[in-house]
C-alpha cells in the first residue's frame, strides 16, 4: 500500500479553506469535512447552539472524537492524497479560544494526528468577512 499523504487547511474563518477543498473535490481528491460545521449546525439546528458551550470539556471531547473519525483513511482508497478542513490543531485553538485547559489526555490524544503537510492561508480583507449564525467570531 502506497503511503497516503496527509494534507489539512487551518486557520482563520472566511480564508478560503472550504472553497479551495470544494475545488479539490470537484477534481476527484478525497477531501474530509470541517468537523467544528457539522457539530455547530447540527446544535443550531436543535436550538441547542448556546448549549454546546455550557460544557466545555464535552464539547472539546466531542470535537476531538469527530476529527478522530473523520480523519480515519480507508485502507482502500486509491488516493495518494487526503485533504481535510481543519484538523486536530484547529481544536487546540479553539479551546485556548474557549479557555478551555486541556487535559494531559486530551493533548496527548490530539497530539497523535500526523499531517504531511499544513496549509494556512492569510486572512482576507476585512470587507470579505462573512459573519453568520455559524461563524460568530468577529474580523
Same mark, same amino acid.
Given at each position: 500500500?502506497?503511503?497516503?499523504?496527509?494534507? =489539512?487547511?487551518?486557520?482563520?474563518?472566511? =480564508?478560503? &479553506?472550504?472553497?479551495?477543498?470544494?475545488?479539490? !473535490?470537484?477534481?476527484?481528491?478525497? =477531501?474530509?469535512?470541517?468537523?467544528?460545521?457539522?457539530?455547530?449546525?447540527?446544535?443550531?439546528? !436543535?436550538?441547542?447552539?448556546? $448549549? #454546546? *458551550? !455550557?460544557?466545555? !470539556?464535552?464539547?472539546?471531547?466531542?470535537?476531538?472524537?469527530?476529527?478522530?473519525?473523520?480523519?480515519?483513511?480507508?485502507?482502500?482508497?486509491?488516493? &495518494?492524497? $487526503? *485533504? #481535510?478542513? +481543519?484538523?486536530? =490543531?484547529?481544536?487546540?485553538?479553539?479551546?485556548?479560544?474557549?479557555?478551555?485547559?486541556?487535559?494531559?489526555?486530551?493533548?496527548?490524544?490530539?497530539?497523535?494526528?500526523?499531517? $504531511?503537510?499544513?496549509?494556512?492561508?492569510?486572512?482576507?480583507?476585512?470587507?470579505?468577512?462573512?459573519?453568520?449564525?455559524?461563524? +460568530?467570531?468577529? *474580523?
Amino acid at each position: 500500500m502506497n503511503k497516503i499523504i496527509k494534507i =489539512v487547511f487551518s486557520g482563520g474563518p472566511n =480564508v478560503g &479553506k472550504t472553497s479551495i477543498l470544494q475545488e479539490l !473535490k470537484k477534481r476527484g481528491y478525497d =477531501v474530509r469535512n470541517e468537523i467544528f460545521t457539522q457539530l455547530f449546525y447540527e446544535a443550531q439546528n !436543535k436550538n441547542k447552539f448556546d $448549549d #454546546l *458551550f !455550557k460544557d466545555k !470539556k464535552s464539547l472539546i471531547k466531542n470535537l476531538i472524537n469527530l476529527q478522530i473519525e473523520e480523519e480515519k483513511i480507508d485502507s482502500i482508497s486509491a488516493q &495518494k492524497y $487526503d *485533504f #481535510l478542513d +481543519r484538523g486536530m =490543531v484547529d481544536i487546540f485553538g479553539f479551546s485556548k479560544e474557549i479557555e478551555y485547559s486541556l487535559t494531559n489526555q486530551e493533548f496527548l490524544t490530539m497530539t497523535n494526528s500526523h499531517y $504531511d503537510l499544513c496549509f494556512i492561508p492569510e486572512p482576507l480583507e476585512k470587507k470579505f468577512y462573512d459573519q453568520n449564525s455559524i461563524r +460568530r467570531q468577529t *474580523f
